[in-house]
């Protein structure tokens, strides 16, 4: 294939060059190859040679005026992945993420998703997530997002985000966070968002091969990922998702065993400390099914809000109990924990979509690895036991060590629960 200027801007310079010479050894009376060469036969020379040139080589590109510019990235990629049948549920997000990641110059992505009451949650993240994302709390808060960071350093609104469609740069004015923002659209109403990361872009032995081209617009990603989502949400509904409750969003029971013996297999291994919450709520079965759904939904949002994103949450064996794994947990900082996990249930009882004729009691009982227990149905008995005596003393949280004066005390219990 013949190679094309990208202007004309070689040809004119060649003209330039070629006339001056010709014309400095006329004026020295020196021609270059012709002594009877004169300047109309060098001009009627130089036009015919131009002329060949232009229709050998063609024209350089231009686009078209009022053209659409050509789409980033051909789809076809995004839509075999919405594709694929046999995609396990729990790589679903995951998945969709390192797809996106692997087509842009980011350097990480994180997907949230927000709740009805606005709090803010990261469903999946793939990529250098760095430490000031990682600890940012999202929140939506009267049609502005809102973003809480760590260590009590304040928080950032971005303003009319509940109408927002195109992506927005963030460039954070209390830490070095710097993000592209993409917004998503739900069926039903829901919202959630994009958190990119800038970065270099990353090619290398593991990018999929033809995924080294243009980057995919924000409308695409977008779309992409409210399909990714609603996938995600429509086998929940219909009870395929893998081990995956439809009402609470929450990982079933049925895999609490493997996940439980997993951590604390991990836990023996790096010799780090582990915590199992387990909560019920009091009473539960008496309330009528829109009030035990109201509060499964507050507890499932409280657990959200209030742990992190490597801790796993479980709906529990029994109706109105749920599970919680914190890795790398001590008692200690347990208990914290729990006390968010209490407020922000508390909270959320207390909103106007709140049962108000039926009103539930929520008891968190505790146990560590290694303190309490070293294996994992040791450890599980004793958080049962934690559990089971707090609610025989009407305490909302108590821990096995508290319990047993080996740590902690009865005052890790928060009062007020409603």
Request: aromatic letters at 6%.
């Amino acid at each position: 294939m013949k190679r094309r200027f990208p202007s004309q801007t070689a040809y004119l310079f060649g003209n330039l060059v070629i006339l001056c010479l010709l014309l400095l050894g006329l004026w020295r009376g020196q021609p270059v190859w012709d002594t009877t060469l004169r300047l109309p036969n060098l001009l009627v020379i130089l036009v015919i040679l131009n002329t060949v040139m232009i229709f050998r080589e063609g024209w350089p590109e231009r686009p078209a005026a009022g053209r659409a510019p050509r789409p980033g990235r051909d789809l076809a990629p995004l839509r075999r992945f919405l594709a694929d049948p046999g995609l396990p549920d729990d790589r679903l997000l995951p998945g969709a993420l390192e797809l996106l990641l692997a087509q842009t110059r980011g350097a990480g992505l994180a997907l949230v998703l927000f709740e009805e009451s606005g709090t803010g949650n990261q469903l999946a993240a793939t990529g250098a997530i760095p430490p000031q994302l990682a600890g940012v709390r999202w929140s939506l808060r009267k049609g502005e997002l809102v973003l809480r960071h760590p260590g009590n350093l304040g928080e950032e609104t971005i303003p009319g985000w509940d109408a927002a469609l195109a992506p927005r740069r963030f460039r954070s004015s209390v830490t070095v966070l710097a993000l592209t923002l993409i917004p998503l659209h739900l069926i039903g109403g829901r919202r959630g968002l994009l958190a990119a990361v800038a970065g270099p872009r990353r090619i290398d032995a593991a990018t999929p091969a033809g995924l080294a081209g243009p980057v995919p617009a924000p409308e695409q990603v977008a779309l992409f990922l409210e399909g990714v989502l609603d996938l995600h949400f429509t086998r929940a509904q219909a009870g395929e998702g893998k081990f995956l409750d439809p009402r609470t969003g929450l990982r079933r029971y049925e895999s609490f065993r493997d996940s439980f013996e997993t951590e604390i297999e991990r836990s023996e291994r790096y010799n780090q400390s582990m915590t199992l919450l387990l909560l019920t709520l009091v009473p539960f079965e008496e309330f009528p099914e829109p009030a035990r759904e109201a509060y499964a939904k507050a507890v499932a949002s409280a657990l959200r809000a209030s742990l992190r994103r490597l801790d796993i949450m479980f709906c529990g064996k029994e109706p109105g109990g749920f599970a919680a794994i914190l890795t790398e947990t001590n008692a200690e900082i347990a208990r914290l924990v729990a006390g968010r996990v209490l407020s922000a249930f508390q909270k959320q009882v207390q909103g106007k979509d709140a049962p108000r004729e039926h009103r539930a009691r929520l008891h968190i009982g505790s146990a560590t690895y290694p303190s309490d227990a070293t294996h994992d149905a040791g450890l599980l008995e004793k958080a049962e036991e934690a559990l089971a005596a707090a609610r025989a003393r009407d305490v909302p949280i108590l821990a096995y060590g508290a319990l047993h004066g080996t740590g902690g005390g009865e005052g890790d219990a928060v009062r007020g629960n409603p």
